[in-house]
């Protein structure tokens, strides 16, 4: 069973949408939460981090950690084409060193 | 402009041929790392580097080797060995160990048939 597990869509919202992206985990021992954003083609890009739970927002994302549901989410408001993208969730235990664990990413399509 | 550069985008090898990916960054981070992205499996780890001349293995590194010999470069070899080459491979560097960001290269393109 893989530690991290996400969604890999594909996901279709019209331009506009708000947009729900998800990951769960298995292992307590996750502390740091991050979500990347890849376009296509490239190199992941990190997008927002959290370390605690509940809500931490910039612009039109928000990122929400839940811990004692081993849940986490990223929301997009406002949803717009350029937010097409693969969106990777990450995780880093407190113990091992800058190692991460990444979800297999969901790709999201924004349509104008 | 400070990043990671990676080279070349895309590479076609023969079956039972060694090859080397290039990786090269100018941020002065002190940790490189290297990741196979697959569809349907994310990013996996195959070696990180926390500090020159010190490397090691991630979740999947049979099949690979790397070197550090200097704290800007890192590169991959992907030998004959490993039995399902094909795949989309990305550096990424971190300031140190701990840090939470990592930032990416472009990815190389590896094609063996």
């Known amino acids: 069973q893989k530690e991290v597990e996400q969604d890999p869509g594909p996901l279709s919202v019209p331009e506009g949408a708000i947009v729900s992206l998800n990951c769960t985990y298995s292992?307590?021992?996750?502390?740091?939460f991050m979500w990347y954003r890849q376009y296509s083609r490239k190199g992941p890009e990190l997008l927002m981090y959290t370390y605690s739970s509940g809500n931490k927002e910039d612009g039109r994302f928000t990122a929400q950690v839940d811990k004692s549901s081993k849940y986490i989410s990223l929301f997009i408001r406002d949803s717009q084409p350029s937010d097409s993208a693969t969106y990777l969730c990450?995780?880093?235990?407190?113990?091992?060193?800058?190692?991460?664990?990444f979800g297999e990413g969901t790709q999201l399509t924004v349509n104008p | 402009d400070g990043g990671i550069t990676q080279s070349p985008k895309y590479l076609f090898r023969k079956e039972g041929q060694n090859v080397t990916l290039s990786c090269e960054q100018n941020l002065n981070h002190d940790a490189m790392y290297w990741y196979r992205q697959d569809p349907g499996q994310g990013l996996r780890l195959i070696y990180y580097s926390q500090i020159v001349n010190d490397f090691q293995k991630g979740d999947i590194a049979e099949g690979y080797s790397v070197s550090r010999e200097k704290k800007e470069s890192f590169p991959l070899t992907v030998t004959s060995a490993q039995k399902n080459p094909t795949a989309f491979y990305l550096c990424?560097?971190?300031?140190?160990?701990?840090?939470?960001?990592?930032?990416f290269g472009p990815g190389t393109r590896l094609t063996v048939t």
């Open positions: 990424a560097s971190s300031i140190a160990q701990g840090s939470y960001e990592q930032y």
């Open positions: 990450a995780m880093r235990k407190r113990t091992s060193g800058s190692r991460l664990t």
């Open positions: 292992n307590s021992a996750f502390q740091y």
